[in-house]
């Protein structure tokens, strides 16, 4: 049974930073890309970033662009996502997603079957 567990999420000013987490299992997490998708309230989901199986790859939404950062740890099965300069629009339920296949990141959030439960990231004053 795939199990993606997020941790991390936080209250936080705007202009701080964040680092979170996902523990994967259930599956041979070397062989998939993950993402992170977001959930703001009232809105739909937003794909955020996407790293490739091996860690290479790695993509980003316009809106957190050269403010976030994905990477991964292979050996402990884990996903990470490093937040930084944050507004109040990143404010959201952050997911971490497994993809459907081996060789591509999908960019629309809808794409993907598994889903955590979310950790939650507030940024306001």
């Known amino acids: 049974e795939v199990q993606l567990v997020e941790s991390g999420g936080n209250w936080v000013q705007p202009g701080g930073s964040l680092r979170l987490s996902c523990a994967a299992s259930?599956?041979?997490?070397?062989?998939?890309?993950m993402s992170w998708v977001r959930q703001a309230p009232g809105q739909g989901l937003e794909w955020v970033s996407g790293i490739s199986s091996g860690g290479t790859t790695t993509a980003y939404a316009d809106s957190v662009k050269g403010r976030f950062t994905i990477s991964r740890d292979n050996d402990k099965n884990t996903v990470f996502l490093h937040l930084t300069s944050l507004k109040t629009e990143d404010t959201a339920m952050y997911y971490c997603?497994?993809?459907?296949?081996?060789?591509?990141?999908?960019?629309?959030?809808?794409?993907?079957?598994?889903r955590g439960q979310g950790t939650q990231v507030t940024v306001s004053s």
């Open positions: 259930g599956f041979t997490f070397s062989n998939y890309p």
């Open positions: 997603a497994k993809a459907e296949s081996r060789y591509a990141i999908p960019h629309d959030p809808y794409d993907y079957s598994y």
